[in-house]
């Protein structure tokens, strides 16, 4: 583990491999991660908060709400055409064989809404209902 994080309290670590070149949806995390690349190479784009609404996140109410219904690479600006002002969230691009770690701590937000995972579970229970 990275001794920068040896303060932090870890929630998760995820191990990424890929064996052909892949890119990530673009989107955002609620938590922090430190992204440590083992093998290959791996190119991420990050875009500033204030991107956001150029970006169309999909609706709160989705199951993949952290998520843009666009990419950063050619986005169809006729359905999206605030896409052409920004940059955004972040989409990593992966090279052909690719391994990296990431480790996640609580980011302050997640810290004061403890109960976050209450949405998405309603949101699951009120889909199957319907
Ligand atoms: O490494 C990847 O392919 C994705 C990682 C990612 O999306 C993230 O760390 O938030």
Redesign the pocket.
Known sequence: MPKILKEKSLTSI?L?M?NAK?R?ST?Y?PDH?L?CVVAGC?Q?VLCPPSAVSSLYPMPIYSDASNHSCVGLEKPDLSTYSRAQNSMML?Q?D?GEV?I?V?FWWRSSIMTSLPEHMDAYFLRTILRRSA
């Open positions: 995820n990424w890929n892949s990530s989107h995390d991660n992204l791996k991420v972040h990593v992966s690719t990296a990431n």
